[in-house]
């Protein structure tokens, strides 16, 4: 017993000696340091000299997810898919279920070993990892989706969703009969609060009334997790979902087979709910890509409108209005038609004040205008949606 | 509210009550299988693949048997005949089923299937609260439930039965009998491995008509604790798994109700409650444990 | 004895080391040559690829601090499996272990240690790391001491929860308030951050993580209590016999066991990522696992298999990027070698 404990307490101070040598020996090292990784030539070339992305070889393209998701991944996927016929001659690079963590920054060195000197990270969490590889290597040229922080070779970009998901919003409030609606998520990140409030409110700017029953499954794809919360959802009275998933096949399936009503979310699945699909709202990413490199590889990224937060809109045509479903009556669908024009001249808000968060106060007042990084860090849900979300 | 949840509970838990049953039948013999999972893993890519292919949720529910199956003849034969640690070839045999159905799978997932839909059974489903719980689902569900009393009669009134209790708790009956333990050790696994692919065939052609990597997120494992938690008994294996079905189910109807719970906290509850069931029912469980299985759950084996 | 019979002794046994050895290494090798063969049914040629695994590993100093980097965390989480097994347990909850001592790490850098010099303040991360683990694993001690639940199963099941308990953290007291609400922690000092080798994203952590698996082989093969665990492990009623406090000596093992894998936790934070995510650490714990079967659970030869470990999985990246296949299929190879090795379990005598 004491030659145990004696033992254990010597063991302790030996490796707590070990650690106070090994880390006051060295420098304080983090994404600081001026190493550039592996690249063995122009380590000395200063920042003005290079250019971004010029006379790329190749376009890397790394995604959170799968690229068959029927969502955000198969997006991106198809926006590089663009790319790659847009530009016979130039390479692209994939790399699926990249996670969100170092392990990306590995991925994309990896990518540029291959001599690609432009990488688009395409999930948010991506940008950590992309803005230390950026800092390596000011010769690659990055395209970070839905980021919110920039470098001098890093732009992000994404589309103003919340727009078609208000004009579904819009349909919604118009199709349900009940007066409420379903919205399946996984976790209260920025951009999913964001897409429920403009939903929301353009269900109320039909219906004042209405509610959305907010339900989150922790997992951005669990076929389980969502039939679950689709059907818990219906047995509450629900006759219309919609969700913010990366995959949309359950969800929609499972509402077409018990007769409600979906709005769908990253991409048009009219055809696997040809009875009960509303709308929904897409990603249009291929033109945008094909331009952006265009402008990568021709080394005009500095100053150019993708040099920065860029954020393609609806009249960009970057994000869309899906198809209309087979029984959304033609009045309706004109309805939104008008409302989508309004939002393209700017006659319409959607987040015109006041709006109220669920506690009843104050978040949005009259005339005041949010910017880009005011709606996309939302940290509250709007009056009307039941659900919580963690503080 | 209770019905949504109990409904909930056997949507959510069928599957898992499936594989527990499998894993009941092997555990009896002796033998535990934490490889479930991938069973129900492949048995969803399968019992998915297949569907696909023929468009007959039937032979593809079989199909998804028959690949839980052949995964766990690669755990039986690690353990029964190489000697390996059955909690760490279970193991293994779960990121194996992992990686084959990650890799294999990813062409299906985003293809459509003619699956399980539920059925409302006439008459029956109609009767206020207990109709909507337990007359509104799909075939498989309805076969599930069958199953449990077919099992109990099967392990506690028949020879078949018997035998496989003696395989995990006098082998030497057995021997001389004639029998070889060894053998009906072997068929208990793949029983137990034809079941959990099952399971998760549920999952996929059933419940969810889809397929998408690791779907099945834990619920092998939790059967796998379900069983040990069920003594041994199909009736309470039962119960524990739509339990478990009802903590999901509770968990989505809680945030509904707008109470400030994190949804953290909500998600932790199916695992936590095993826990606890768990630990309650140690108790009085000692001599209940089929002596084979105890050696190795003691870490003798 | 005879000089005769001597000699025909230390052939006898010679031989019998050997043939030891040679299976073993003939199991790490089996699933190499049978994965080679699926390789090329997708038109994927398994010699350019393990070539090019090798290439990348020794070819340069980044490659192979990408290898280290990678084998750091395996060593330890491999630790956390090794160490148990040695006492006759199977932890299988070292990625629940890295994820909670990952969690006390960033909690205590971010709310206390971030004006601290490094010399204290990684030191103190280390601590807090080790305690965090520690306490997850004392969890699946106390569960097994008080309660005989099945340890195997217990650090499953708690693996998962320990997931949802950082998620519940990192979206709420654990946020970084400059990042748009998106649910990490805050960056950790810069002074927190473990030094990093020139030209590599290496860090010291490895160092640390090889320190460490030396002094738990000194204390297993070197000491007496190190002799009562490898006793209690491979005849638990021998050990009875013998007196030997076996709860306390479970409990205790356990809880070195989780310290161990909350260091590989505070190394993911403070040498690699620098901030808590929710996802802190996925499968570092099964494959330390994994990595501690291929070195039949013996602290130095971890290293190696750990190594090895590390080599496949940035070679899992260069796969999909080459060939298009996905990363998984790493997965099949690995699984693959455990199961050469489990199989030859019973033709190689410990």
């Keep these: ?382 009056e009307g949606v039941i659900g919580t979300i963690p503080q | 509210m209770i019905a949504d949840i109990l409904t909930g509970a056997i949507r959510s838990g069928t599957s898992v009550m499936i594989a527990s049953q499998g894993e009941l039948i092997s555990e009896r013999a002796g033998v535990i299988n934490l490889g479930t999972e991938g069973s129900m893993l492949c048995g969803a890519l399968g019992g998915f693949a297949v569907t696909v292919w023929t468009g007959n949720p039937w032979i593809g529910t079989l199909a998804g048997g028959i690949c839980g199956l052949l995964i766990s003849l690669i755990h039986a034969f690690l353990v029964l005949s190489c000697g390996a640690n059955q909690l760490a070839t279970g193991l293994t045999i779960m990121f194996f089923g992992m990686g084959v159905t990650a890799f294999f799978g990813k062409n299906f997932v985003s293809q459509q299937i003619v699956g399980f839909n539920p059925v409302p059974i006439p008459y029956l489903s109609d009767i206020p609260f207990i109709g909507k719980i337990l007359f509104n689902h799909d075939p498989l569900t309805y076969l599930s439930l069958l199953l449990v009393p077919v099992l109990w009669y099967v392990i506690f009134r028949t020879r078949l039965g018997v035998i496989l209790r003696a395989a995990g708790e006098r082998e030497e009956v057995l021997f001389a009998s004639g029998i070889n333990p060894k053998l009906v050790r072997y068929l208990a696994v793949l029983a137990g491995g034809f079941l959990a692919g099952i399971g998760g065939a549920q999952l996929s052609v059933a419940y969810t008509h889809s397929w998408v990597e690791n779907m099945v997120a834990g619920r092998g494992v939790v059967a796998v604790a379900l069983v040990i938690f069920a003594s041994w008994k199909p009736l309470k294996a039962m119960i524990g798994a739509y339990l478990f079905g009802a903590a999901q189910a509770l968990q989505l109807t809680v945030q509904q109700q707008g109470l400030a719970i994190s949804p953290y906290f909500l998600f932790m509850v199916p695992y936590v409650l095993t826990l606890v069931a768990l630990l309650i029912v140690e108790r009085r469980k000692q001599s209940q444990t089929p002596e084979a299985l105890g050696k190795v759950l003691a870490g003798s084996s | 004895m005879s000089i005769a019979a001597t000699i025909t002794k230390d052939n006898k046994s010679f031989l019998a080391r050997n043939q030891s050895w040679m299976i073993q290494s003939a199991a790490i090798i089996a699933p190499f040559i049978v994965f080679g063969i699926f390789l090329t049914f997708y038109e994927v040629n398994p010699i350019e690829l393990y070539w090019s695994m090798v290439q990348t590993t020794f070819g340069n100093l980044y490659g192979f601090g990408e290898v280290l980097l990678k084998a750091t965390p395996f060593i330890l989480t491999g630790l956390a499996a090794a160490l148990p097994a040695k006492a006759g347990l199977v932890n299988v909850g070292g990625e629940g272990q890295l994820a909670i001592g990952a969690l006390f790490a960033t909690w205590f850098a971010v709310f206390y240690l971030d004006t601290m010099p490094a010399m204290i303040g990684i030191p103190i991360m280390l601590l807090a790391g080790a305690c965090g683990g520690a306490v997850w694993a004392g969890l699946v001690a ?63 952590g490895f160092m640390i993580a090889i320190v460490l698996a030396i002094i738990v082989w000194f204390v297993l093969s070197k000491t007496r209590l190190g002799f009562k665990i490898r006793v209690l492990g491979s005849n638990r009623l021998a050990a009875e016999r013998a007196g030997f406090q076996i709860n306390k000596m479970y409990f205790w093992v356990l809880i070195a066991a989780g310290a161990l894998a909350g260091i590989a936790g505070m190394i993911e ?44 999985s940035v070679a899992g990246n260069k796969l999909e990027i080459f060939s298009g296949l996905p990363s998984s299929s790493v997965n099949i190879l690995m699984a693959l070698v455990l199961f050469f090795i489990l199989g030859s379990g019973k033709l190689v005598k410990k």
């Design chain 3, 142 to 204: 106390v569960l097994k001491v008080k309660g005989k639940l099945n340890e195997t199963i217990t650090s499953v099941l708690l693996n998962y929860v320990a997931v949802f308990i950082v998620g519940f953290f990192v979206h709420g007291m654990l946020k970084d308030p400059n990042s748009f609400n998106w649910p990490f922690s805050p960056e950790i000092a810069n002074t927190l951050r473990l030094p990093i080798i020139n030209n590599t994203r290496l860090h010291v």
């Design chain 1, 1 to 382: 017993m004491k030659t145990r404990n004696n033992g254990m307490k010597s063991m302790i101070v030996l490796v707590l000696a070990l650690m106070i040598v090994v880390t006051g020996c060295s420098q304080p090292g983090s994404n600081a340091s001026t190493s550039n990784g592996g690249n063995t030539n122009a380590s000395d070339q200063s920042v003005s000299d290079v250019v971004a992305g010029l006379d790329s070889s190749a376009v890397g393209f790394i995604f959170v997810g799968t690229k068959d998701d029927y969502g955000y991944n198969q997006a991106a996927y198809l926006g590089s898919v663009a790319v790659e016929e847009a530009y016979p001659d130039l390479k692209v690079i994939r790399a699926e279920n990249v996670p969100e963590s170092a392990e990306a920054e590995r991925v994309m060195e990896q990518m540029i070993q291959e001599g690609a000197k432009i990488i688009f990270p395409t999930s948010y969490g991506h940008l950590e990892p992309a803005l230390n590889v950026a800092k390596r290597h000011p010769d690659v040229l990055f395209y970070h989706q839905g980021g919110l922080k920039t470098a001098e070779n890093l732009g992000t970009y994404f589309g103003t969703i919340w727009e078609p998901v208000y004009l579904a919003g819009v349909a919604a409030g118009k199709m349900s009969e009940t007066g409420k609606l379903g919205f399946i998520v996984s976790v209260p990140i920025p951009q999913v609060l964001l897409n429920i409030n403009a939903f929301t409110l353009g269900a109320q700017s039909v219906n004042p009334d209405i509610t959305t029953n907010v339900v989150f499954t922790g997992s951005w794809c669990d076929p389980g997790q969502q039939a679950n919360a689709a059907n818990s959802l219906i047995d509450a009275g629900v006759d219309l979902l919609t969700l913010h998933q990366d995959c949309m096949k359950t969800v929609v399936e499972t509402a077409e087979r018990s007769g409600i009503m979906t709005v769908g979310y990253h991409a048009d699945a009219n055809e696997l709910a040809p009875n009960g699909w509303v709308t929904g709202s897409e990603w249009n990413w291929g033109d945008l890509f094909v331009d952006m490199v265009k402008v990568g590889t021709e080394g005009q990224f500095n100053g150019s409108k993708y040099d920065g937060k860029y954020r393609g809109t609806l009249a960009d045509d970057v994000v869309k209005l899906s198809t209309f479903g087979a029984n959304v009556p033609t009045d309706v669908q004109q309805y939104v038609e008008e409302q989508k024009a309004a939002l393209l001249d700017g006659t319409l808000n959607p987040f015109a004040g006041p709006i109220n968060d669920q506690s009843g106060s104050v978040r949005i007042e009259v005339d005041q205008v949010l910017s880009v990084e005011d709606l996309e860090s939302t940290n509250y849900l709007v």
């Design chain 3, 269 to 312: 934070i403070a040498g690699i990522e620098g901030r808590l995510r929710a996802s802190v650490g996925t499968n570092f714990g099964y494959l330390g696992f994994l990595a501690a079967m291929m070195a039949w659970n013996h602290p130095l030869r971890l290293m190696a298999s750990a190594f090895l470990l590390g080599m496949i």
